[in-house]
């Protein structure tokens, strides 16, 4: 699986996230309590959008089909045979 180049950036786009969230050494120390995990933050959901768009970038572009005209028709159904108002 890892064989895509698209998968392996992904992987590597969310390992790089988690390891700067854990390690300690960071642009701006976890000491400095609101601003250090805020940092933490932006960085942990930029590499989480970087992975999201490396695997997005497998899946073929086409929009679903939408409107009446791709519709599947619905059969009806059979009548109740337990159904006493008629």
Same mark, same amino acid.
């Given at each position: 699986?890892?064989k895509?180049?698209?998968?392996?950036?992904a992987?590597a786009w =969310?390992? +790089?996230?988690?390891?700067y969230?854990?390690?300690?050494?960071?642009a /701006?120390p %976890?000491?400095?309590?609101?601003? @250090?995990?805020?940092?933490?933050?932006?960085?942990? =959901?930029? +590499?989480?959008?970087?992975?999201?768009?490396a695997?997005?970038?497998? /899946?073929? %572009?086409?929009?679903?089909?939408? @409107?009446?005209?791709?519709?599947?028709?619905?059969?009806?159904?059979?009548?109740d045979?337990?159904?006493?108002?008629?």
């Amino acid at each position: 699986m890892l064989k895509d180049v698209a998968i392996r950036r992904a992987a590597a786009w =969310a390992v +790089a996230g988690l390891l700067y969230m854990l390690w300690p050494f960071d642009a /701006v120390p %976890d000491w400095a309590i609101v601003v @250090g995990w805020v940092d933490d933050a932006l960085v942990v =959901a930029f +590499a989480a959008y970087m992975a999201y768009r490396a695997y997005q970038s497998r /899946v073929p %572009d086409r929009e679903p089909p939408r @409107g009446p005209e791709h519709a599947k028709p619905v059969k009806p159904l059979p009548p109740d045979p337990e159904d006493k108002t008629s």
